[in-house]
């Protein structure tokens, strides 16, 4: 496999700036709705800036801002997924994760989207963005593994089924509330899900 570039700190910040630009434009037409053009106009980049950045083109480019999206959307997660081995911190996330989705200017998943949008036309980076939803419910499931644990949880609770159901009625309710563009979807399904998962207290 070839090195990975190496920038310098004014070429990294370039680079993560023009991320952060793709991003929202990927987030607001689409992967195949945005250009390497449209992008170019967006980030005030040249052609050749681009491919100095991103050599492989938008797929690079699409990778890029997969790992920019996961990264923001855990950040704003934080502190309570790095625990979720309470039932306040359960209701935190829960907070946390409304607030964030309620506080966009597009509704819905972009990691779920992405990936989505992407299993027809490139399955191998379906596939990359797909790991970053699996690290997201990798969280869900560290914490109830703790919680069992600690007995918080009943010791025949599965927390491989439970995180999966948690994140199921997370997404689903992330695509309703891109269809309703109403945070209420979300709202529904997070707080149904912590009801089924109190049903498993010890």
């Not at 607001?28 to 250009?35: D, N, Q, S, W």
């Not at 025949?156 to 089924?161: G, I, N, V, W």
Request: net charge neutral; with cysteine.
């Amino acid at each position: 496999m070839p090195n990975p570039v190496r920038f310098t700190a004014k070429g990294a910040l370039t680079r993560a700036r023009i991320v952060e630009a793709a991003a929202d434009l990927v987030l607001a037409r689409g992967v195949g709705g945005t250009t390497l053009d449209d992008i170019r106009a967006g980030t005030a980049t040249s052609k050749s800036q681009l491919f100095h950045y991103f050599p492989d083109g938008k797929r690079d480019l699409v990778a890029a801002i997969a790992a920019f999206q996961a990264e923001r959307v855990l950040q704003a997660q934080r502190p309570f997924l790095d625990t979720l081995d309470t039932w306040e911190a359960w209701e935190g996330w829960r907070d946390a994760v409304i607030a964030h989705y309620g506080s966009q200017p597009h509704w819905g998943c972009p990691i779920g989207a992405m990936a989505s949008e992407l299993a027809g036309s490139d399955p191998e980076r379906a596939a990359e963005v797909a790991g970053h939803m699996d690290r997201w419910c990798g969280y869900l499931r560290a914490g109830l593994t703790r919680m069992r644990a600690t007995g918080l949880l009943r010791a025949d609770a599965d927390p491989e089924e439970l995180a999966l159901a948690i994140f199921a009625a997370l997404q689903g309710g992330l695509l309703l509330t891109q269809t309703t563009r109403s945070i209420t979807p979300l709202r529904a399904a997070l707080d149904a899900a912590l009801t089924a998962l109190r049903a498993s207290a010890a």
